[in-house]
């Protein structure tokens, strides 16, 4: 390093390391405390090895504003071992301060620059890390307390708009059937009203006979009103639907209105 420099003069402070090949070392870079000095700037070279001897030399460039008439600086080089590291310093470089100026003109001559400097922006990530933990802890701790909840709301939400799509689906059906008692007509309506049902009860719905549903569900009406949709599929005659359409969707919305009160139970429970 230079004997002397003026306050904040740009002077250059050359690092130098010789050691064996297997050894690592580590140099100071930005993060490293060089007060009373400040860094402008770190230039490092590629390391040399001649007979199993590594040769690592870094320059870098500093700026002193203390106002001590001499200043010192010695920056340390890190041997990192296995479990631990050893730093090495080398001797103190001593900086007098030169406090001769350059004589001031009369006018003063100013220089023009409106172009933006750019301010590097260091991620402080320890907070960032903070604040990702205390997010984890809030978001499990929430589930930990409202998770059933959350399930039985979702739930709820879900039954609600099962129901609209099917009561949607069931009028247009019923309308259909009802202008053109066809065999597809029939069999629609009848399979979306089985559907619904064994979605709603979770009972095998579709896989049973007219009969076994009317038996399974304890309603002999079920079992009339299926058979005269069906008799339009298997006999091929024309037949009175809108009363028994009418009283299957009634059926399937008692069951749905019986399952949405037991969810909001549950929810009212946990």
Do not use: C
Not at 253 to 267: F, G
């Amino acid at each position: 390093m230079a004997d002397s420099a003026k306050l904040g003069e740009r002077i250059g402070y050359v690092l130098k390391a010789t050691y064996p090949r297997d050894k690592q070392l580590i140099f100071p870079d930005s993060t490293y405390n060089y007060e009373p000095f400040v860094l402008l700037e770190k230039k490092t070279y590629v390391s040399s090895t001649i007979d199993s001897v590594t040769t690592d030399s870094t320059v870098y460039f500093v700026s002193n504003f203390a106002l001590d008439s001499t200043v010192y600086l010695t920056l340390p080089v890190f041997e990192l071992s296995r479990y631990d590291s050893v730093t090495h310093y080398p001797l103190e470089a001593a900086l007098a301060v030169n406090w001769q100026l350059d004589s001031i003109p009369e006018q003063l001559a100013f220089q023009e620059n409106n172009v933006y400097q750019p301010i590097p922006k260091n991620w402080n990530w320890i907070l960032i890390g903070l604040i990702l933990v205390l997010l984890l802890i809030a978001l499990v701790g929430g589930y930990l307390l409202f998770g059933k909840r959350i399930k039985k709301y979702l739930t709820e939400r879900n039954e609600k708009r099962r129901w609209k799509i099917f009561e949607k689906r069931w009028h247009s059906a019923v309308e259909t059937l009802i202008n053109d008692q066809t065999i597809d007509a029939a069999d629609e309506l009848l399979g979306l009203w089985k559907g619904y049902m064994e979605t709603i009860t979770k009972l095998p719905v579709r896989e049973w006979t007219s009969s076994e549903v009317g038996e399974k569900l304890a309603d002999i009406r079920i079992f009339s009103s299926l058979r005269s949709i069906e008799m339009i599929i298997y006999a091929g005659t024309k037949s009175e639907v809108k009363e028994s359409s009418d009283y299957l969707l009634t059926k399937a919305k008692e069951n749905y209105q019986e399952k949405l009160k037991n969810i909001k139970h549950d929810r009212a429970v946990v």
